[in-house]
């Protein structure tokens, strides 16, 4: 590669992210760190909900410099996304525009924002598989992972393809992995944050723990909720849940992804064994209480 097209592939990755630098703000978190938000549409800002805390104050710093006060709309763990609206409306912002499909080696650009410094490194679109459930429940339209280098300062910030295109908001996976919430999951999450406030998870009502018993494996149950679901339909501490409508479960880690936010009012059947005797329960999950 000449200089030349060195030099105009470096100033294209600039100018991208200089496009959607003024869509971009930073706040510090309850971690005493920085994390990035992005202006969604209709003076809204989304950004990484673990990044968040209920009831604090959010000052978003602009890339301008400006400051502003910000209040949290709401939080869906489920997908790692948070709602935020500045207490002022800030003119000039521009809406992000949603990228076309995305393939394993494509360029991917992350950018954010530190009290009011634009933050910008690009890497490639590692994995892009179909749609899958976290370890909270929420369905995820596409799994796409980074092959980047990147800092705690661009969580919540978006991430642009080479036509500034947005595939979605950076998080970090386990082991600090970067990993894509995919446009369609935010759009999805933040009509129903603008509606409700929260996305609804599913309840039991039931404190479990693994256990492994000779061949059984499951979720046993360890306390129960007295206005829950779980005891309601028949549930006693010491059964141990083994199956959801036939499928199996092999600790409580498998229940809680089950229990994501379309499984809300919903009924279904847990095959439950206790002291060597199995027997099925219809149970109608609840919402999860807001904490």
Do not use: C
């Amino acid at each position: 590669m000449s200089d030349f097209n060195l030099s105009a592939f470096s100033d294209a990755i600039a100018d991208v992210a200089a496009t959607a630098a003024p869509a971009l703000a930073s706040f510090v978190t309850h971690h005493h760190r920085t994390a990035s938000a992005f202006h969604w549409r209709d003076g809204y800002f989304v950004t990484a909900e673990e990044a968040v805390e209920a009831g604090e104050e959010i000052e978003l710093t602009l890339a301008s410099g400006e400051s502003m006060k910000a209040e949290l709309v709401g939080r869906d763990p489920s997908t790692g996304v948070a709602l935020l609206k500045p207490a002022s409306a800030a003119a000039g912002l521009p809406q992000l525009a949603q990228a076309g499909a995305v393939r394993p080696g494509n360029l991917a650009i992350a950018v954010g924002n530190s009290d009011g410094a634009a933050l910008a490194v690009f890497g490639t679109v590692g994995e892009v598989g179909p749609a899958w459930r976290s370890m909270r429940g929420g369905t995820i339209d596409r799994r796409i992972n980074l092959a980047i280098n990147t800092g705690g300062r661009f969580e919540g910030g978006p991430v642009l393809d080479a036509k500034g295109g947005l595939i979605g908001m950076l998080l970090f996976g386990p082991r600090r992995r970067a990993l894509v919430m995919p446009y369609e999951t935010i759009e999805r999450a933040v009509a129903t944050l603008r509606e409700k406030g929260h996305v609804a998870r599913g309840y039991l009502g039931a404190g479990l723990h693994p256990i492994r018993n000779g061949d059984t494996k499951g979720a046993m149950v360890m306390s129960l909720d007295d206005n829950g679901p779980a005891k309601a339909a028949g549930l006693h501490v010491g059964d141990i849940v083994v199956a959801w409508n036939g499928e199996a479960v092999h600790g409580p880690r498998e229940l809680i992804r089950k229990l994501g936010p379309d499984s809300a009012g919903t009924t279904v059947t847990l095959g439950v064994s206790s002291g060597g005797a199995e027997r099925d329960v219809s149970i109608t999950i609840g919402e999860k209480p807001l904490s």
